[in-house]
């Protein structure tokens, strides 16, 4: 079995799960200009998301108060004693405040609301304790994959936006992207999947309106982007293995074509966002990145004039290789 990565770098705020299920879309009636460029997201969760449970010293034995509440790693916490928690802070400062107290927690698990009772508890210093981390933001670098003129949207990344550490759907409160510069490449090797550096500008591109298995969805802002030739999505079944094209940006903000082959078709699920398989045959891809490298998630492909996918996951064991996802279920209502 093939390892593979998320092809996107995220950097995740210290201290999930969105509904919007992506549809087919028919070639027709769907022309959209290609993306290729980097962009920065600054993604802040509906709720803070339990990604660690632990348990502490309370002066006699260790305990995790969050645990024996029953909260569960993945679970989105929405409010505490009816106050909404839309921070990580928001979170500390109601349960250092308890003095002790039961409180009642409203969470999200697998898409139900649950009402849990967590009594936290002091540890060697007084300091009333939950036992969980949580997180509720993320910021990092992805590649637009397509912007349409016709309703104003964009979608990226090929994929969702995850926790990293738990590789749960983090859920949407706000998100916006922004304009980035790609400053330097780490090259894949095997086993080790490498990543496009920059930095983000302060050029607002659009807000994300949905997060789903097979990428962000948004509302463009910056309409300078609204403008070049127009390409078909195709459909499922004009995919073919052979020669095509991955329109990524490996140096500045200009996106540039780059030589690959489609390998192998596997499956044509909406719900699956390793639809076909890729190989990068470009000599200056390969001598520059090693492949496929993190941060190239969403980078468009063509074959035969029309957008047929994104890039979406390296395999690390050879990052020349990767799986690409049907631009048809790139389409978000």
């Known amino acids: 079995m093939k390892k593979f990565a998320r092809t996107t770098a995220f950097v995740l705020a210290f201290a999930m799960f969105i509904t919007g299920v992506p549809v087919s879309a028919s070639a027709e009636s769907s022309t959209v200009i290609l993306g290729g460029q980097p962009f920065g997201v600054k993604f802040y969760n509906d709720g803070v998301m339990v990604i660690e449970l632990e348990e502490f010293f309370n002066g006699s034995h260790y305990v995790c108060p969050a645990k024996e509440g029953g909260l569960q790693v993945d679970d989105v916490i929405k409010k505490v004693n009816g106050i909404e928690i839309k921070t990580n802070e928001d979170l500390q400062e109601t349960a250092t405040g308890c003095g002790g107290k039961g409180m009642s927690f ?40 397509y912007y349409n003129p016709d309703n104003n949207y964009f979608a990226a990344l090929g994929h969702g936006i995850c926790d990293r550490d738990t590789g749960a759907m983090m859920p949407l409160g706000e998100a916006e992207i922004v304009g980035a510069s790609i400053s330097s490449v780490e090259k894949s090797s095997t086993g080790k999947a490498g990543s496009l550096n920059g930095y983000f500008t302060d050029k607002t591109l659009g807000t994300v309106t949905n997060n789903t298995i097979n990428g962000i969805y948004g509302t463009i802002i910056d309409n300078s982007y609204l403008s070049g030739d127009r390409f078909e999505i195709a459909e499922f079944d004009e995919i073919q293995t052979g020669d095509a094209q991955i329109i990524t940006t490996i140096s500045g903000d200009r996106p540039e074509s780059y030589d690959l082959k489609i390998t192998s078709i596997r499956n044509d699920d909406p719900r699956n966002n390793e639809n076909f398989v890729i190989k990068v045959t470009d000599k200056r891809l390969l001598d520059e990145c090693g492949g496929i490298v993190q941060g190239m998630s969403g980078s468009p492909i063509v074959q035969n004039g029309k957008l047929i996918g994104a890039v979406t996951h390296v395999f690390l064991n050879n990052p020349e290789e990767g799986y690409g996802v049907a631009a048809q279920f790139m389409v978000c209502n």
């Open 106 to 145: 409203i969470i999200e698990r697998d898409g139900k609301e649950l009402c849990k009772t967590v009594k936290p508890q002091a540890n060697t210093v007084g300091t009333y304790l939950l036992g969980a981390w949580v997180r509720d933001s993320c910021a990092g670098i992805g590649t637009v994959t």
